[in-house]
Structure formats: C-alpha cells, structure tokens
Nanobody, 127 residues
Framework: QVQPVESGGGLVQAGDSLRLSCAAS????????MGWFRQAPGKEREFVAS????????YYADSVKDRFSTSRDDAKNTVYLQMNSLRPEDTAVYYC????????????????????WGQGTQVTVSS
C-alpha cells in the first residue's frame, strides 16, 4: 500500500506563494503519475495539476496555469506543488493522489484514474 501525505498548507494573503509537498508513506511513488486536486467548501473536487512518472509531462487546470507548477523528486519520494500569485479563489483543501496505472504516457486529469489519496492540506488565501 502507498499513502500520500500532504503538507505545506496554511493561511496566506493574496499574491503570496506556498509550496505543498506530498510524501509517500509506505511504497514509493516511483513509476506512477501523480495528481493534485482541490476541493473548496460547497464545491466539487477539481483537478489542479498532474505530472508523469518520469516528470517529463505536466498538465494544469486553466485556472492555475502560469501560477502553479508541479515537480517530483523520486529520490525523496516526494511530489511538490509550487503555488504563486495566490488568489482568494484558490482557497481549498488540496489533495495529492497516485495514478492507478504504472508508467502512464500522459498524466491523468480525472479523479477516477487515481487510486491512492492523501488526507489533504488546507490552503486559505485572504484578500
């Protein structure tokens, strides 16, 4: 079993930056795409970003493109989400998740493609 564990959330002001981390507890993330999702109060969970097992391809939601970036360090079994120019509408619980399938050619954007989810970390952006 693999258990993603998110960290790095907090309360920041609009325009600030945060870096979220997602560490593997148990088995490694190596060989699997990883995804970031978020869920704001009263809203459905939405895709934020994903990265292939090799780190060569990343996808982003339009709402975060050019502000967020995801990366991975398999030596540390950790995936990162760098969030810049944060906005109040970025307020949500952020989750990372591991792809069901090894060595996917493209990183999935649909939640149902992910098998293991973390507990989430709260990000609150004040105006």
């Amino acid at each position: 079993q693999v258990q993603p564990v998110e960290s790095g959330g907090g309360l920041v002001q609009a325009g600030d930056s945060l870096r979220l981390s997602c560490a593997a507890s148990g088995r490694s993330f190596s060989g699997y795409s990883m995804g970031w999702f978020r869920q704001a109060p009263g809203k459905e969970r939405e895709f934020v970003a994903s990265i292939t097992w090799s780190g060569s391809t990343t996808y982003y939601a339009d709402s975060v493109k050019d502000r967020f970036s995801t990366s991975r360090d398999d030596a540390k079994n950790t995936v990162y989400l760098q969030m810049n120019s944060l906005r109040p509408e970025d307020t949500a619980v952020y989750y990372c998740a591991r792809d069901q399938h090894p060595r996917s050619l493209v990183p999935p954007v649909a939640g149902q493609e992910y098998a293991y989810w973390g507990q989430g970390t709260q990000v609150t952006v004040s105006s």
